[in-house]
T-cell receptor
Framework: DSGVTQTPKHLITATGQRVTLRCSPR?????VYWYQQSLDQGLQFLIQ???????AKGNILERFSAQQFPDLHSELNLSSLELGDSALYFC???????????????FGQGTRLTVV | AQKITQTQPGMFVQEKEAVTLDCTYD???????LFWYKQPSSGEMIFLIY??????QNATEGRYSLNFQKARKSANLVISASQLGDSAMYFC?????????????FGQGTRLTINP
């Protein structure tokens, strides 16, 4: 068990809909990262939050947004869903304090999103 | 440009043999970290081992070791005495960038199959 909790584990929804994926980081971890894993794109970094603030952005579509709350849990919102958004979405967390390169990044079990 | 290259899409190894999974990387940042993750068929991403760019010795974690050759920009994962449970996808990843903005960039992965 990595200590990173993602819910739900599976999600099936229709095109055009909106969903919210939730992530609780490991206790004490300030940074949360979201990744998308699809067959054609592999593992892609979407976005990072550090202690409530957006820190880095990757290949995240405008239809997608995220936030990190004061209790450090994070949510990834996916809207106007398309068939191509079907993927495994991972959340990862690490200590990632701003003054050093941290050594670990632990992943949740992922949310498998299927858009039909 | 590809930051992480894993040239072996698939590997087949006999149980109890050692196996080396290749990974080369490209970065101009002197400070970086290299990671290996295991992804079994159940989908979760399991952190295996980490090597920092300033680490003098190769990282080891149980049966996993990292053959870090900085001049060649390679970070191969060595699994000793392979077991059937080692069958999985293996991803090499690199962390670079500014402090606090430390996304992981992943390779395409190697599917390892251990034969009895």
């Amino acid at each position: 068990d990595s200590g990173v909790t993602q819910t739900p584990k599976h999600l099936i929804t229709a095109t055009g809909q909106r969903v919210t994926l939730r992530c609780s980081p490991r206790s004490g971890d300030l940074s949360v990262y979201w990744y998308q894993q699809s067959l054609d794109q592999g593992l892609q970094f979407l976005i990072q939050y550090y202690n409530g603030e957006e820190r880095a952005k990757g290949n995240i579509l405008e239809r997608f947004s995220a936030q990190q709350f004061p209790d450090l849990h994070s949510e990834l919102n996916l809207s106007s869903l398309e068939l191509g958004d079907s993927a495994l979405y991972f959340c990862a967390s690490s200590v990632a304090r701003g003054d050093r390169l941290n050594t670990e990044a632990f992943f949740g079990q992922g949310t498998r999103l299927t858009v039909v | 440009a590809q930051k992480i290259t894993q040239t072996q899409p698939g590997m087949f190894v006999q149980e109890k043999e050692a196996v080396t999974l290749d990974c080369t990387y490209d970065t101009s940042d002197p400070s970086y970290g290299l990671f290996w993750y295991k992804q079994p068929s159940s989908g979760e991403m399991i952190f295996l081992i980490y090597q920092g760019s300033y680490d003098q010795q190769n990282a080891t974690e149980g049966r996993y070791s990292l053959n870090f050759q900085k001049a060649r920009k390679s970070a191969n994962l060595v699994i000793s005495a392979s077991q059937l449970g080692d069958s999985a996808m293996y991803f090499c990843a690199m962390r670079e960038g500014l402090r606090g903005a430390q996304k992981l960039v992943f390779g395409q992965g190697t599917r390892l199959t251990i034969n009895p």
